[in-house]
Structure formats: structure tokens, C-alpha cells
């Protein structure tokens, strides 16, 4: 359960660097919690920038209000930094654990604020789908949000992303899947967290794959299945502070991915998304 | 597989974009079909539409950049770090990540768009994953000194290449005077990394300089000391300096990003700007050195060339403050010299000088005293500038 990772009992972290439980060597999960533990105020900076468009945008979505939303990022970002300990990487990766703790502190403000039961319910079903959204891995998330939200064919969707039209097919049939999976039965009225209400384990395993050629960190684009409805004519006004308007925001440039998952076709075994990635990285 | 298992195959690898009406008009109908016929297909058709309308078309919000910096305070105020950054990488670290969420928003056609980069031999032109390439391979000449590998492919560091033209000459912060050892390398480093990297996506580019500037902060927080030497082959220059020239042209070109994609960019807070204005403040006397080069009698005057003059500079607004600088040469004049002139600008429109974006003749300057002696510490601004 997330509610129980983020305030189970303490697990100690270990002093030395995390030499990592498989072969590939410790995930950045693993790493960036060693940091945190150890007080590398750089660990903090990269904490956030990997993850503040996921935790802010999550929080957004749920609270509906711009100042909210800050607080509550803060207070999940604090909450890792005094509390490094709390994610436990054997359950799962730090992505889904951040998601869900950020669901489940806003829809606890949420309770205090709504008397009524109905809004509630509802913003918490859409809050699920949320952050099951946001937690798929990036390249799912990124194919399904271009096809969907641009009303493309996946033909077209294919040749934007520059892959191929079978990978475009299976990395949408593989999100869709996902997402049923994690959203489950509940139905949309469905408030109490199964905690499978964000991935797990596998939802970063595709991008283990040491031939992904794209950064990991592209984490960028988290919850952007809804941040990227845009169309021809969307000029996404007030996306900035200072609320300019700027022009339709194209899709972020996509990855020439080799994209495998256990469902549907070869895979390999390994660390997660990150860490292999990083190992990847650091050669070029 | 026989004609039935191949086509059963082929129309379920179709469910998923069928559920997001995603598919051509012909290839829908040959799944609908399909579907009245396979119970296993239309379970598994149901389930995906299901999730499919689950997606949500909300527009979230992306984090405001100053939420970086009230996080950081926020738990920082909660559990102080035990490795922190040190306050003269910290302008570094701030301009980076504000680069890096600029970029998080480029979608295809705004990597392909093409940032102007003045300096004041020209202006570059390069796509957002050149400038990326550029800022890395600079980046990368402080790498040695924090132990990390440098990125620019054969490039010995610190680099002793020979200076290539003349009117490429780089006095850049810091510097010696130009001509000496010529431009090293900027260049010739830049446009090495950007071969290099001409076949990779910008999303790898952008990747490729973002995990180097992690990584020198983290090296920076880790291991620093804050006076050793950085070989920028024009100069050498203490690592704390470096980090804060290298802050400057972050914000700098990032802002040169923002204007060709035409997206708002936000000048360095205050704290951070003050410090980039004294970096560029104390690197002035080197630049009026280069400046009279080439003309040593200064023009108008008979007799002896004049000796120790100073000048007082007040940069106003946010991030402001005041500096004297020594106009006859570099070491610092004794402190009761009474200055020739006061000049008053705004603290930006004299970060925007000294990286030659705006031309002397522009900029709003509140003048007192010796003018000609203003001019002088005005024209030697921009040659502090480097592509």
C-alpha cells in the first residue's frame, strides 16, 4: 500500500553506497535515496527535477488550484528529503511511490476541504486514472498522449515519433493494458487506494532495456497524457506564469526506443529504467 | 500459423490503437468485424476502451520555476543538508535546472528552430541541441578539476590548441589579454561536441548536458575547493569563478533559446545576479587592457598616459550594487582614490553589455564625471563576450 510505504516503519539505509541487489548495479532509485540519506542537497535538486512535473502536475489535477498544488509539492519533496528511508526500492520504483504519496496527501486535503461526498469521489477516480497515467513509462505515456490527444492515426503518430507502426501499436495496446490493469475493477467512483494505483515493478522495466536511446530523465513529460491535448489551434493560455500566451506546444522530441515489455515480446531482466539507462548514457 | 492465427494476430496487435480510434477507417472496420466473431479479441476490446475513457484531457499544471527554489528552501529549512551546495556553484545550479525546464516544453519543430548568439565577433546560429553542445563543451573545461571525464571527444584538457583566426580572439571573463594565447578552443571544442553529436536526438543532446551539469554541481558539493584552477586556455581562473561565468552563459544562451522559440525567460534572482555582475565587474580592467591595445596613447590627450584612474560603477535594480573599477590596468588602485566618473545602469542592461547583447550606444547610463572614462569602461563591456 502507498499510504503504508510513505509512513511504514523505518528501513535503515545503509551507510556505504548501494551497490545494487542485481546485476546491473544500483538503480538511480537506489542512488538518488542513498544521496538523499547521506544530505547531498544535489540529490534534492535532482530529485525534483526529475519528478516535479509529475508530483506538481498530479497535485494540480486533483486540487484544481495553482497555490495548493505548490504547497503540497513542497510538502511531498520535504517528505522524501526528512524521510528518505520511507520508499522502499524493493516494492517498487520511486516514480509510482511519489505518484501515489502525492494522490493520497491530496486527496487527504481534499476530504478537509469537500463536504461533499460525491465531488470527492469523483476527483479521487479521476485522480487514480491520473496517476496511473503518470506513472507509465515514458515512451506509453508519450505515444498514447500524441495519438490521443491529437486525434492522430497511429500511422501518423508513428511518423512523429519516428518509430515504427508495430512498435506504435504495441506500445499503445501495452499502455491501455497497463492502465486497466491499474484501475482495476474500481470504477470511477472508487476512492481507497489498492495500492496498485500506480505501476509497479514492471512499468519502468521497458526502458531497462540497455538499447533504449533515450534519457531516462525524459521523466520531463510525466503526467503529460493530460498536459498534451493539444491541437492545431491550442494556445495554451496562462501555461506560464506570467501568462503569456505562446503557440501550440508540439510534442517533445520522441525516442528512437527499441520497446520491449514481458507482455509482449522479449525482455530482459534488469534494474530499473534509470539505472540501466544512466549505465547506458554514461558511454556517450 | 495458419491464415486465421495470422490475421486473429494482426487484428489484436490493433486493439489498442482501435480503442483510441486511432486506427484508419478500413482497418476499424476489419477489428469490428473481427470482434462479432472473437470472444477473446472483444474481452480484451472492452477492457482497453474502458481505460482508454479513463484518460483524462485535464490540462495540468506545469511548475512555475520559482517552485524549484521554494522546494529546495522549504526542505532545506526542515533538515539542513550535510553535503551542501556551495554558494558559488549555487547561481550554476539554479540557471541550469531553469534552462532544462525550457527545454523540457521544446516540441520537434522548436529544436529545429535557429538562436542568434551575439558576441562581439559576430553571432553563432545554432539549433537549441548546438547550443546544448556549445554550453557542455565549456562545461566540460571544469570537469578535470572535479575529477569528471570531459565530454568534448579527443579533447585534451586543459587544452593548449593553437589560436586559430585572429578576429575569433576571445578575451571572455577573466581572460588574459586576447591575442596572447589566442581563442582556444570555445570554438573549436563546441563545434567538435556538436559533430559529434549531429546524429543524436535533442532529447540524448539535451540529456548529455544535463547529466553533466548535475554532475559537476554534485562535484562541486562533494569534493570542491573553490580555488582550484580552471584551465579555460585563454585564462585560468579559480573553480568558484568558473562556475559563476559558466552560470552566466547559461542564462545567457538560454535566454537566446527563449527568444528564438519565443518563450518568456526569467533573468537570475537577485543573489545570484549580483555575483555574475561582480564577475563581470572584476574582469573589466582585462578587457580595457585588450581595448587599448591596439591604440595605446589614449586619443586626445599630450603627455604621459594617465595612471590609476577609477572608475565608480553602480548597477541598479534587483541583484544591484557598487564596484570601482581600475581603469589603467588590473591591479587595484589604493582604496581612498577618488573616482574619475559615476556611471548608473541597470544591473541586467550591464550583464546584457558584457555579453554583447546590447550595444554600448544603447543602454541608459546615468553619467558623472569624466565621460570619456565612462565610454571607455562601456566599449570594453562587450569584449568580455564569447560565442
Sequence with gaps: MAAAAASGPRRAVPSAAPSGTRSGGPSWDELIQWRLARGEETALGELYDRFAPLVHGLAGCILDDRMAAQQLTREVFAHLWEHPDSFDPTQGSLRSWLGALTRHRALDRLRTLHADDRELRARAGAARAQSAVAALPDPLRETLAVTYFDGRTYQETALRLGISEQDTKQRIRLGLQLLADQLGDGGQGEEEDDGGGVLRGEDEQPDANPAAGRPPEAGSSEARVCAERTSPTHTGPGRRETGLARPARPHREPAHTEFRHPGLGPTESGPTESGRTDAAGAGT | ?387
Aim: aromatic fraction near 6%; charged fraction near 25%; glycine fraction near 8%.
Design chain 2, 1 to 387: 500459423m495458419s491464415d486465421d492465427g495470422a490475421r486473429h494476430e494482426s487484428l489484436r496487435s490493433l486493439l489498442g490503437v482501435w480503442a483510441l480510434d486511432a486506427c484508419p477507417r478500413r482497418e476499424a472496420a476489419e477489428v469490428a468485424q473481427h470482434l462479432a466473431l472473437c470472444p477473446e479479441c472483444a474481452r480484451e476490446a472492452t477492457r482497453l476502451r474502458d481505460a482508454a475513457a479513463r484518460l483524462s484531457a485535464d490540462d495540468p499544471l506545469d511548475p512555475p520555476g520559482s517552485l524549484r527554489q521554494q522546494v529546495l528552501d522549504w526542505c532545506l529549512a526542515r533538515r539542513p543538508a550535510e553535503l551542501p551546495v556551495p554558494s558559488w556553484a549555487a547561481p550554476y545550479a539554479t540557471e541550469t535546472a531553469k534552462l532544462d525546464a525550457l527545454l523540457r516544453d521544446l516540441g520537434p519543430e522548436e529544436w529545429q528552430e535557429v538562436a542568434e548568439l551575439p558576441w562581439h565577433g559576430g553571432v553563432q546560429r545554432w539549433r537549441p541541441a548546438q547550443v546544448l553542445c556549445h554550453l557542455a563543451a565549456v562545461d566540460g573545461l571544469l570537469a578535470p578539476a572535479l575529477g569528471l571525464p570531459d565530454p568534448v571527444p579527443g579533447a585534451p584538457a586543459p587544452l593548449t590548441a593553437p589560436s586559430r583566426a585572429p578576429s575569433r580572439s576571445e578575451p571572455g571573463p577573466v581572460a588574459r589579454p586576447p591575442r596572447s594565447g589566442g581563442p582556444l578552443g570555445v570554438l573549436e571544442r563546441s563545434e567538435r561536441l556538436m559533430a559529434d553529436r549531429a546524429g543524436s536526438e535533442p532529447a540524448a543532446v539535451r540529456w548529455m548536458w544535463r547529466r553533466q551539469s548535475h554532475a559537476l554541481v554534485q562535484g562541486a558539493a562533494l569534493r570542491a575547493d573553490g580555488g582550484a584552477p580552471v584551465d579555460f586556455g585563454f585564462a585560468t581562473v579559480p573553480l568558484r569563478d568558473a562556475f559563476l561565468d559558466r552560470a552566466f552563459e547559461c542564462w545567457i544562451h538560454g535566454d537566446d533559446i527563449a527568444r528564438a522559440v519565443d518563450y518568456p525567460y526569467s533573468p537570475p534572482k537577485p543573489k545570484h545576479l549580483r555575483s555574475m555582475i561582480d564577475l563581470a565587474a572584476r574582469t573589466l580592467p582585462l578587457a580595457l587592457a585588450a581595448l587599448r591595445q591596439p591604440q595605446p596613447e589614449p586619443v586626445g590627450f599630450g603627455g604621459p598616459p594617465p595612471r590609476g584612474r577609477v572608475v565608480r560603477m553602480v548597477a541598479d535594480g534587483p541583484g544591484g550594487g557598487e564596484w570601482l573599477i581600475p581603469l589603467d590596468g588590473p591591479e587595484s588602485p589604493p582604496d581612498d582614490t577618488d573616482p574619475v566618473a559615476s556611471m548608473v545602469l541597470d544591473g541586467l542592461d550591464f550583464c546584457r553589455l558584457a555579453a554583447a547583447h546590447e550595444q554600448p550606444e544603447h543602454v541608459l547610463v546615468g553619467e558623472f564625471g569624466d565621460r570619456a572614462a565612462i565610454r571607455e569602461v562601456l566599449r570594453a563591456a562587450p569584449l568580455l563576450s564569447r560565442p
